[in-house]
């Protein structure tokens, strides 16, 4: 079974910058993808990045030019670059990754952006 944990969350200040980790174990097979979520009280979950097993990222139209994606297979880690962080950014982060067995989630790391 698959197993994510995630880290890296905490306060910032607008403009700052955090980096997101995540990284799988329980994992024989390939994963196809590795996304990253948030979620604040009330709201449903949204899609922030995502990067396939080809290494194509995709990312929602808010953190375009802010996040970057990336990934290290050899240790089925997925990363979350976030640079100049707002306000609005301040959100519970998940990780997914999805596999032929479906998918696996992380407990979430709580992002705030404040001044």
């Known amino acids: 079974q698959v197993q994510l944990v995630e880290s890296g969350g905490g306060l910032v200040r607008p403009g700052e910058s955090l980096r997101l980790s995540c990284a799988a174990s329980g994992v024989s097979i390939s994963i196809k993808v590795m996304a990253w979520y948030r979620q604040t009280p009330g709201e449903q979950r949204e899609l922030v990045a995502a990067?396939?097993?080809?290494?194509?990222?995709v990312y929602a139209d808010f953190v375009k030019g802010r996040f970057t994606i990336s990934r290290d297979i050899r240790k089925n880690t997925v990363y979350l670059q976030m640079n100049n962080l707002k306000p609005e950014d301040t959100a519970v982060y998940y990780c997914?990754?999805?596999?032929?067995?479906?998918?696996?989630w992380g407990q979430g790391t709580q992002v705030t952006v404040s001044s």
């Open positions: 990067i396939y097993s080809n290494g194509t990222p």
């Open positions: 997914k990754f999805t596999t032929a067995w479906g998918d696996s």
